[in-house]
């Protein structure tokens, strides 16, 4: 999430052309069964996302000058004051829906491919 290039994967098809495209590895189980951990998915920086969409939010530290921190989630809602994202298997002690304040939102970007390799 800092931009660095750890590898390069094939590009779908969807994506050819596109500056600033790029794949993630999904850790975690927090959104199984839609994504397992080990599988890549690809983001389209660019695309417009709406409700129900899946998502790779960048959400910056309560810390000032702290790093990002990603999150591969369902879109829910954003407005001028927060984002709301949703998890399929919350963590003990969390809830379903995860909200951000709007401050902290660094981007939100669609995922357009998934894939188990």
Same mark, same amino acid.
């Given at each position: 999430m800092n931009g660095q290039e750890l %590898?390069? #994967?094939?590009c779908p098809p969807i994506l050819d052309g596109i500056d600033g495209a790029y794949a993630v590895y999904i850790? %975690?189980?927090s959104m199984?069964?839609?994504? @397992?951990?080990? @599988?890549?998915?690809? +983001?389209?920086?660019?695309?417009?996302v709406r409700r129900g969409d899946y #998502?790779?939010? /960048? +959400?910056?530290?309560?810390d000032e000058g %702290?790093?990002? @921190? %990603?999150?591969?989630? /369902?879109? +829910?809602s954003k407005t001028s004051r927060e984002l709301t994202l949703r998890q399929f298997n919350p963590g003990e002690g969390e809830?379903?829906?995860m909200t951000f304040p709007a401050e902290r939102v660094f981007s939100v970007h669609k995922i357009?491919?998934?894939q188990l390799v």
């Open positions: %590898g390069t #994967v094939f850790h %975690g189980t199984e069964p839609k994504f @397992e951990a080990g @599988e890549t998915a690809w +983001i389209h920086p660019y695309m417009p #998502v790779v939010a /960048q +959400i910056g530290s309560e %702290g790093e990002l @921190e %990603g999150y591969v989630k /369902q879109f +829910i809830t379903e829906l357009v491919f998934h």
